[in-house]
């Protein structure tokens, strides 16, 4: 199993971009799906993007669609999210997360079981 790391969160103004990017420890990261789910104060969390093992199958939610892109660079154990167009309402706690497949399980993060601890997004108007 392996164990994630989140980084590159912060406060930005409403229209800037941040890439946020999740460290994988183990060495079974390319066996992984990967994404991004996030939970803003009060609300449930919710999913953001997944890409598939090898990076050529990825989707997005409606809310983040054509302001994110997401790669993977297996060789490197760490996958990006960069964030453009940001708004006040993208304003949550970010989460990486890994499951083996990219699946149904993706719909809601109650399929999911490994995590990163998050990072603070923050979009000021």
């Known amino acids: 199993q392996v164990q994630l790391v989140e980084s590159g969160g912060g406060l930005v103004q409403a229209g800037g971009s941040l890439r946020l990017s999740c460290a994988a420890s183990?060495?079974?990261?390319?066996?992984?799906?990967m994404g991004w789910f996030r939970q803003a104060p009060g609300k449930e969390r919710e999913f953001v993007a997944a890409?598939?093992?090898?990076?050529?199958?990825?989707y997005s939610s409606a809310s983040m669609k054509g302001r994110i892109t997401m790669i993977r660079h297996n060789a490197k154990n760490t996958m990006y999210l960069q964030m453009n167009s940001l708004k006040p309402e993208d304003t949550a706690v970010y989460f990486c997360?890994?499951?083996?497949?990219?699946?149904?399980?993706?719909?809601?993060?109650?399929?999911?079981?490994?995590w990163g601890q998050g990072t603070q997004v923050t979009v000021s108007s």
């Open positions: 890409i598939n093992w090898n990076g050529d199958s990825k």
């Open positions: 183990g060495r079974t990261f390319s066996s992984y799906a």
């Open positions: 997360a890994a499951d083996p497949e990219l699946s149904n399980n993706w719909n809601n993060f109650r399929g999911i079981h490994i």
